[in-house]
């Protein structure tokens, strides 16, 4: 999300921070479109659950070598910024790679490369703001890694998996829960969440099962049916 705002200023050179501007909104409308069309990727579009389509998944897909991401943002751009923003990109990428590792980390070389990432930023775009997420990230994770995880990486710490309850505990609150006060509200959605993973209510749940070969896993309509590729 930094990185894509950081490119929306760039593209219409404007060298103080914002984020609800006229000219910023257009300039993000033009970048969402483009890189969607060169690269398949959708950032920063809102989706079905109240939330934007700039997941987890699309940062890892944005900060890999398998989409043009880079190209096309560098693309939109003044030349003279490539450069500081082409590195900024590639350290940012391997950063997150060790962070979302649950390898054995050299947390010196990483402090070495978060505090460079860190003081790039703030040499090539001083005026630029540095999100509390992003902070974090380039300014503690070296202290966080070998004092808090025994100098593994923070893979374990991730909230994706949490971020991801947010559209069931929305619904669970508003259609399966109590209403007559809050620690009963609360106390039904912690039922509900729990009950996800309760290996005997999983056990009562629905399975697929081929009429065709009796199979379960799949339908009689799945191309992975072997009776389906015989005829």
């Excluded at 490539?82 to 790679?97: E, G, N, V, Y």
């Excluded at 009963?184 to 959605?189: A, P, R, S």
Aim: glycine share 4%; hydrophobic share 30%.
């Amino acid at each position: 999300r930094w990185f894509n705002l950081l490119v929306y200023h760039l593209h219409i050179n404007k060298q103080s921070w914002s984020t609800t501007s006229l000219a910023i909104k257009d300039s993000m409308k033009f970048i969402q479109s483009l890189i969607q069309e060169k690269t398949g990727l959708k950032v920063d579009l809102p989706d079905s659950s109240g939330g934007t389509t700039s997941t987890g998944n699309v940062a890892r897909r944005a900060f890999s070598d398998e989409t043009d991401y880079l190209n096309c943002v560098l693309s939109t751009i003044a030349i003279h910024h490539r450069p500081a923003l082409t590195k900024i990109h590639t350290q940012l990428a391997t950063i997150l790679k060790v962070y979302n590792s649950s390898r054995k980390v050299n947390t010196l070389e990483l402090g070495n490369l978060c505090k460079d990432t860190y003081l790039l930023i703030l040499d090539s775009f001083p005026w630029a703001s540095i999100t509390p997420t992003l902070h974090k990230i380039l300014a503690h994770s070296e202290e966080l890694i070998r004092e808090s995880n025994a100098g593994f990486s923070l893979k374990d710490f991730s909230e994706e998996g949490t971020k991801s309850c947010n559209k069931l505990i929305r619904k669970y609150r508003e259609n399966s829960a109590r209403k007559n006060s809050f620690e009963t509200n609360l106390m039904d959605i912690f039922v509900r969440l729990a009950s996800q993973s309760d290996p005997i209510s999983v056990s009562y749940r629905r399975s697929l099962t081929c009429e065709r070969c009796g199979q379960s896993g799949h339908s009689i309509r799945s191309k992975c049916c072997e009776s389906h590729n015989i005829q």
